[in-house]
């Protein structure tokens, strides 16, 4: 089975804070997403990657970097959060070219509150 | 602007059938999916379609009308593990996924 694993379930933070949420995938896929997920409203990309130390962004990138370093990890970064931010933060990976039907498989999400 | 409409929310017996729609405005057509997710946790993968017609997995269906820009998922012997949300989402023409905002889903025994 895919194992999409997010290091915090819940984390709160204050104004300001810079905030690091990990993400690890251990099916070798090439693809990895980070997701923001508001009540009313459809998942929103936030940045995504097709490989190692490549990046681009989604529909919502402002605010927001991520690194790849590795493979298997792709991290989103707060530099200075603010609470506007205060969301689940949902990774994913699919394994392939995105001209395909690649599943996506989910993490468990992250919960961010800042206060 | 590209648009994924889903209802809101839906109720349903324990033991009923019941469908939810979703229709999509898209620049370019590449496949829908559907997937459940239960309250605090992931969405999981349910199905996907890219040709009309129906694909039937158990109890759990999807239809695609791509000339109508519609989709449904048939849940037929509901139960009550089945009260979640699920999400519909359209790969656009530049392979970029689409999502609705998700229907939430109470069964009632």
């Known amino acids: 089975d895919v194992k999409v694993t997010q290091s915090s379930r819940y984390l709160v933070k204050r104004t300001g804070e810079k905030v690091f949420l990990e993400c690890v995938q251990d099916m070798d896929h090439e693809n990895m997403f980070w997701y923001r997920q508001d009540p009313g409203l459809g998942l929103r990309l936030i940045y995504f990657?097709?490989?190692?130390?490549?990046?681009e962004k989604g529909d919502i990138p402002e605010g927001y970097s991520v690194s790849r370093e590795k493979k298997e990890r792709f991290s989103l970064i707060l530099e200075s959060a603010s609470t506007n931010q205060t969301s689940m933060y949902l990774c994913a990976s699919s394994l392939g070219p995105p001209d395909s039907g690649n599943t996506i498989y989910f993490g468990e999400g992250s919960w961010l509150t800042v206060v | 602007g590209q648009n994924i409409d889903q209802p809101t929310e839906m109720t349903a017996t324990e033991g009923a059938i019941v469908q939810i729609n979703c229709t999509y405005q898209t620049s370019g057509f590449n496949g829908l999916f559907w997937y459940q997710q239960h309250a605090g946790e992931a969405p999981t993968f349910l199905s996907y379609?890219?040709l009309d017609g129906l694909e039937e997995k158990g109890r759990f269906s999807s239809f695609l009308s791509r000339s109508k820009g519609y989709s449904y998922l048939l849940l037929k012997e509901l139960q009550m593990k089945d009260s979640a949300s699920y999400l519909c989402a359209v790969r656009d023409g530049n392979y970029q996924l689409i999502w609705g905002a998700g229907t939430k889903l109470i069964i009632k025994p």
């Open positions: 379609n890219v």
């Open positions: 990657s097709y490989d190692v130390k490549m990046k």
